[in-house]
């Protein structure tokens, strides 16, 4: 009977360890840009189709019930914040009578909390810049955008546009085709 001995190791040489950390390194600094842009992405989508469908729920509680609908700018969520930005959060409320306040006898409808810190949403159009009214033959009292920014820069603003007939739609580029700005 021969016994062969075998001297074999099975861990691994420094080498094989350091070229196997390299190649790790590597793919972590590719991938983990992209999942961030993917991240960022996901979160402006998430909060871009919060705000069209806010709009639309306004729109339609102001047809459906027949009276003003109010969606404004609120860092609280208990009352319209004209000095605040867009990005602080919004309500939705019956505005009966029309002062632009939540009074005792109207329903909130929807409270937005803050978006997160790294969106930024900025409103350009014409009327006030605080509100956008409802009416109940669905039209607004506004025509604007709302642009969403993340801080990836202008190349990848969204955008929630109302139209006065009270058409809400979303685009990636304002209206006539020109990019949209962050600034």
Known sequence: MNIVATNKSKGFTLIELIITLAIIGVVFSIAIPSFSQLHANTQQTTQLYTLFNHHMLARS??????????????????????????????????DTDNDKKISNNEQVISIQQALPDDLSLKYKG?????????????????NGTFTLCTQLGDKFAKSVIIARTGRIRIASKATGGKPLSCS
């Open 126 to 142: 014409f009327g006030s810049h605080n509100y956008v009214r409802y009416f109940p033959n669905g039209h607004s009292s506004t």
């Open 61 to 94: 509680e102001a047809i459906k019930h027949s009276r003003i609908v109010l969606l404004c700018k609120s860092s609280n969520g208990k009352q319209c914040t004209p000095k605040a930005r867009w990005s602080a959060g919004w309500i939705i409320f019956s």
